[in-house]
């Protein structure tokens, strides 16, 4: 019998699932470079920054938080939250690339689907909720999950999306439509109890609305109608009401915020080292809101006022990226994300150094967290897919002047 030698392909021919198995990996190395290319670097770059010194926080803050929280039955180890807040960091990391791929359809459509579901998640807390140190904010589906912390950038980019109607249609009551989103959020978030949640929510709703355009004498009204809904909530919410009296009157010895304003100047300006402070032994949530307080004691102020630049330079960065945008929901979107992030971040730090009443409202992407963590990362990705851009394409710059003649019915 007549034997054949075996195949051997001609030179430069290459077998079909190779060649293919080829072109996924080309497909696969050109979206990452388009990526690459269109995502705000400096952004990412500062929001990882933010990451790494939560890492070295959460491991200065866990022992005293462990300690606290240990029992004659369980002992936590001393890096017990370290532990967890490596795991919750990783998967928002997970969330937060898989996000920026996102193109920006597809992340508001993604953002809206979610802002849907965590309101539905929103209305069944007070039904089957969990209730931890007084307040039922949580679900348990087989993991701990806060519906508030994830509706936040679902919320944003609803809020823009909705806003952004007027471009096609100025007679719609976008307004109106967005004042009712509010008012039925903030109400659903004061029943857990959670006032500032409410009060962030409604201050991104503020700043999305004063930038969708309304006249001067609206402005002044929202104005009013903040003042009479802030003596209302002292009048008639109890949780308010507790807040504003303990800041009014004066922090104790007793007093958290109190505590944590002396934790945090008790390491002057470079701290007293990692893991050497003790006064965040009495630190009550040392590893959640107070967290700028240990890293004052351990790192220092000098670290603290690092922390708040960094912030500032995250703010600035997206603002001026957003200033030759002109798409009216990218601009929404992008600006009630970082009105998110950034009012956060003010608020605990001001809770922290006393000059705001009490929140019970982490740190962003620095604190301990669960649900926390990984929505501020979701955020942080839906961000940096609404703001990808091609380097390649050249916009019409904005210039200040030419805002009254850009309006409908601007005076000349």
């Not at 007293?272 to 006064?279: A, I």
């Not at 926390?372 to 394409?393: D, E, K, Q, W, Y």
């Amino acid at each position: 019998m007549a034997t054949h030698p075996p195949y051997v392909p001609r030179a430069g021919r290459i077998p079909a699932d190779a060649a293919q198995h080829q072109r996924l990996r080309r497909n696969r190395r050109s979206e990452f470079a388009i990526w690459w290319r269109e995502i705000d670097r400096v952004l990412l770059t500062l929001v990882l920054a933010l990451m790494a010194i939560g890492t070295a926080a959460v491991a200065a803050a866990s022992p005293a938080s462990a300690r606290r929280l240990s029992t004659a039955a369980v002992k936590l180890d001393d890096l017990h939250f370290f532990y967890l807040h490596i795991r919750f960091q990783l998967l928002g990391l997970i969330a937060m690339f898989a996000a920026s791929t996102l193109p920006r359809d597809m992340a508001r459509r993604a953002g809206i689907v979610l802002g849907f579901a965590m309101l539905i998640g929103l209305l069944l807390v007070p039904v089957i909720g969990t209730t931890v140190n007084g307040a039922k904010r949580w679900l348990n589906l087989g993991m701990s999950l806060q519906p508030s912390e994830f509706l936040k950038p679902a919320y944003a980019i609803c809020l823009a999306w909705v806003l952004s109607w007027r471009v096609r249609d100025p007679n719609l009551p976008v307004v109106p439509m967005a004042w009712g989103m509010m008012g039925l959020v903030c109400g659903l978030l004061m029943l857990q109890p959670d006032f500032g949640s409410a009060v962030l929510f409604a201050g991104v709703c503020c700043v999305l609305v004063l930038m969708s355009g309304i006249d001067v004498k609206r402005i002044l009204a929202l104005g009013a109608a903040a003042v009479a809904a802030v003596v209302a909530a002292y009048v008639f919410y109890d949780n308010a009401r507790h807040r504003i009296d303990a800041f009014l009157g004066g922090g104790t010895q007793f007093d958290q915020v109190d505590l944590a304003q002396r934790t945090l100047l008790a390491g002057g300006w470079t701290g007293s080292g990692l893991w050497l402070g003790t006064r965040k032994l009495g630190l009550p949530e040392a590893h959640t809101d107070y967290i700028f307080s240990v890293i004052g004691e351990e790192f220092g102020l000098l670290v603290c006022g690092l922390i708040v630049l960094i912030y500032l330079a995250i703010v600035l960065r997206v603002l001026l990226r957003l200033l030759d945008e002109e798409d009216l929901f990218t601009t929404l979107a992008a600006a009630g994300l970082i009105a998110q992030l950034g009012g956060q971040a003010f608020i605990n730090i001001l809770v922290n150094l006393q000059l705001f009443p009490s929140k019970g409202m982490t740190l962003p992407l620095i604190s301990y967290g669960g649900s926390s963590t990984i929505a501020l990362c979701l955020g942080v990705g839906f961000l940096l897919a609404i703001t990808r851009r091609n380097p390649f394409i050249e916009r019409e710059r904005f210039r200040l002047r030419q805002l009254g003649q850009t309006m409908p019915g601007a005076r000349k």
